[in-house]
């Protein structure tokens, strides 16, 4: 099972920008989509952005597309999310994902029961 560990959250202000990274070690080659999720306490985690491992095609909700960009770079096993114009509302522990299973050529995993390994996640706080 691949490891996963997210670094890069942090206070910033309503506005600023922010880049996560999320590390994989492990078996790597078997993953096929990786994926950012947020979750406020008491609420769902709610997915974010995702990323083919292999290809790097990618998907985001409506709720964050033209703000958040997802890449990896294969060479270093590493996923990055970047924010832009962030929002207080944005303010979230961010969990990176990854996806072992083909579900089918154009279709992305949304929901956090259909990604099989987790990172301990990484708190970000945007301040209005």
């Known amino acids: 099972q691949v490891q996963l560990v997210e670094s890069g959250g942090r206070v910033v202000q309503a506005g600023d920008s922010l880049r996560l990274s999320c590390e994989a070690t492990?078996?790597?080659?078997?993953?096929?989509?990786m994926g950012w999720f947020r979750q406020n306490t008491g609420k769902e985690r709610e997915f974010v952005a995702a990323?083919?491992?292999?290809?790097?095609?990618?998907y985001y909700p409506d709720s964050v597309k033209g703000r958040f960009t997802i890449s990896r770079d294969n060479a270093k096993n590493t996923v990055a999310l970047q924010m832009n114009s962030l929002k207080p509302e944005d303010t979230a522990v961010y969990y990176c994902?990854?996806?072992?299973?083909?579900?089918?050529?154009?279709?992305?995993?949304?929901?956090?029961?259909?990604?099989?390994?987790w990172g301990q996640g990484t708190q970000v706080t945007v301040s209005s």
């Open positions: 492990g078996p790597t080659f078997i993953t096929y989509t």
């Open positions: 990323i083919r491992w292999s290809g790097g095609s990618t």
């Open positions: 994902a990854a996806d072992s299973s083909f579900r089918g050529r154009d279709y992305f995993p949304t929901y956090p029961y259909e990604y099989r390994s």
